[in-house]
């Protein structure tokens, strides 16, 4: 959400590239902590969602902060009418310290080769990367994940992976009940 309010064009443009959007709070929170000391963790949701400005018919995938979760989150998030739209918690099995990457000072293809490795022990999985937008000003002026990116993507095709978003791998509700029920 901070990051919109920075960046503000950044949702209506990755959609018309095709992405998926996703909600990843507004302050970046730790939102079990949060929930146990009373805080506003429906709040860190709505807050962002708005900012996102979804469609009727859009999912929205959350990704908790650090990937911290618990029933407690869950149930506070459940219970808001307006994130109805949302999906997660959705967690990541591959990579996801690109930032220590940047703030190590590592090259990009170093990076990659780490990315690659990590796709390799887990077999397939939910890749995660961190874009310009992080928190500390020295690791988003050394980020160099677009880099990486180039240099991992070819580099996992001819291993054989498949590159596929989101949508397209996870049934959303309907689609999930009618897999259930042996009608898709």
Not at 50 to 64: Q, S
């Amino acid at each position: 959400g901070k990051h919109i309010r920075e960046l503000p064009y950044v949702p209506a443009r990755l959609r018309a590239l095709g992405h998926a959007v996703g909600n990843h709070t507004d302050t970046h929170r730790r939102l079990p902590d949060l929930a146990a000391s009373g805080g506003d963790v429906v709040g860190e949701l709505v807050r962002t969602a708005d900012l996102l400005g979804t469609a009727d018919d859009e999912r929205v995938w959350f990704r908790p902060p650090y990937g911290l979760w618990n029933e407690h989150v869950a149930t506070l998030l459940d219970a808001e009418p307006v994130l109805s739209a949302h999906a997660g918690p959705i967690m990541w099995n591959v990579g996801g310290d690109d930032w220590s990457c940047w703030r190590d000072g590592t090259s990009p293809q170093q990076c990659a080769e780490e990315y690659l490795a990590s796709a390799v022990r887990a077999g397939r999985g939910i890749v995660l990367m961190h874009d310009c937008t992080a928190d500390d000003d020295q690791i988003k002026a050394a980020n160099r994940t677009y880099e990486m990116v180039q240099l991992l993507i070819p580099a996992m095709r001819e291993r054989g992976y498949s590159i596929v978003t989101l949508d397209s791998a996870v049934p959303g509700p309907h689609e999930a009940t009618a897999q259930a029920a042996g009608l898709a």
